[in-house]
């Protein structure tokens, strides 16, 4: 079997999907929730999705519209209210985020149609995911169209919510045995972050003095 090379430009936007989804593994889910200007909740799941910086407090969201260059409900809500949040999910949400990723017209509340409760924001007017182990409320900053078809979205994080138990009120730790936090792979794939491992980070003068200062570039 030989190795594998191709030339993006090469490739059709499906072919590069399938290869960068597969890829670059396993991704955070974003279940971020909105409201509409008539007031539904509305929630959907994106796993091209990270955080960005602390300092200021930013996320990104890669959001996609529907062909014809038709904004999908996330993308609209968002840049009327300027607000949302990203909700995170857990192997306890999991089942129920896959609920909200049904195409439900706009008038029906993904939140009702997996069985989810609400809890009301504090810092934007949106609520958040009441099962969520951790929620990030954020305010929209910017929005980048790199075509038709795709945005990226830039929120600012304002508040985060933690589930009893997941955070460690004297030194802000994370437990990550409670959390069980889902990956997203490709197609119907999915990952649980059952099983990790510490790697030491050496200073420079650690690791030379384990093996030995390397010789200069001429």
Not at 78 to 98: K, R, S, Y
Not at 156 to 177: C, T, Y
Request: contains cysteine; proline residues 7%.
């Amino acid at each position: 079997m030989t190795a594998f090379t191709a030339a993006f430009a090469e490739l059709s936007p499906h072919e590069r999907y399938k290869l960068l989804c597969a890829s670059v593994v396993p991704r955070p889910i974003a279940l971020v929730t909105c409201v509409s200007p008539e007031g539904v909740v509305n929630a959907a799941p994106f796993s091209f999705f990270n955080v960005f910086s602390e300092d200021p407090a930013l996320i990104v969201l890669g959001l996609q519209h529907r062909p014809g260059n038709r904004p999908k409900d996330t993308t609209r809500h968002i840049a009327a209210a300027g607000a949302f949040v990203v909700n995170m999910v857990d192997e306890a949400l999991v089942e129920a985020m896959n609920v909200t990723a049904i195409d439900f017209p706009p008038e029906i509340s993904e939140i009702d149609a997996a069985g989810l409760s609400l809890l009301p924001g504090l810092d934007v007017p949106v609520p958040r995911i009441a099962q969520a182990p951790f929620a990030l409320e954020c305010r929209r900053t910017v929005s980048m169209a790199f075509s038709a078809t795709r945005e990226l979205l830039v929120g600012e994080v304002l508040r985060i919510h933690a589930r009893a138990g997941l955070v460690d009120h004297s030194n802000l730790r994370v437990s990550m045995s409670d959390y069980r936090p889902v990956g997203r792979l490709f197609g119907d794939g999915y990952s649980r972050q059952n099983e990790r491992f510490d790697l030491r980070r050496d200073s420079y003068a650690d690791w030379a003095a384990k093996n030995g200062s390397p010789t200069k570039n001429a």
